[in-house]
């Protein structure tokens, strides 16, 4: 057997650190839905998953993969149309700091309008956002693809940011290929102290 793909790493710590009962779960970036069914599932009936994009036709893939599923099995899942730069201001301030779980998959929507990508500017203000919104322990996963047009520059930038943050309230880490620079690869996050210095 070899050795994981990025997408199912990423998941796997997920599934490591999100309460299986209740838990509260954001993917940033929605896409075709792969992320927030799993969320849903893993997150529990009591659970709550938010799930954003800026691209209607995303959130209509992700409706359609949960509609498939059992319900009664499922988190609750609210589908946001907005840029997950602005996800603070849908999360309810009550669950501010205590969210388990925050995956980004970022890059363009595969079978949509392959010009519209992530940005680095949101995206780094998106992760800021979402650092202040995890729980202690928390996990935050970032799947980056630096192959595309505009990935490696937003890449760099989301290293960069990662590699800055002070060892006393993160832990980061790289899960990547190195034989391949163009390779999608994985950066995970566990928030160890309660804001960025």
């Known amino acids: ?35 927030t069914l799993m ?17 209607q036709d995303a959130l209509d893939r992700t409706q359609e993969r949960l509609d498939k599923e059992d319900q009664a099995k499922l988190a609750s899942v609210q589908l946001i149309l907005d840029s997950h730069a602005t996800m603070s201001q849908y999360i309810p ?3 501010h700091g205590k ?3 925050i995956m ?27 650092f202040d919104l995890l729980a202690i322990r928390g996990i935050l996963t970032i799947v980056l693809y630096p192959g595309h047009a505009g990935g490696a520059e937003e890449a760099e930038a989301v290293q960069a940011w990662a590699s800055s943050l002070s060892v006393s309230v993160a832990q980061s880490i790289i899960y990547r290929q190195l034989q391949r620079q163009d390779a ?13 210095p």
């Open 1 to 35: 057997m070899g050795f994981l793909s990025v997408l199912s790493y990423a998941h796997k710590l997920v599934l490591e650190r999100l309460d299986a009962h209740s838990g509260y779960a954001i993917d940033a970036t929605a896409g075709t839905g792969v992320d």
């Open 39 to 55: 969320l849903a599932k893993a997150a529990g009936r009591r659970g709550q998953v938010f799930s954003f994009d800026i691209q």
């Open 93 to 95: 301030e009550a669950q």
């Open 99 to 101: 969210i388990q779980v």
């Open 104 to 130: 980004f998959n970022l890059g363009y929507l595969p079978t949509g309008d392959l010009s519209i990508i992530t940005e680095p500017d949101s995206t780094l203000t998106a992760l800021a956002s979402a």
């Open 184 to 196: 999608p690869y994985l950066i995970a996050i566990e928030k160890k102290g309660s804001s960025i």
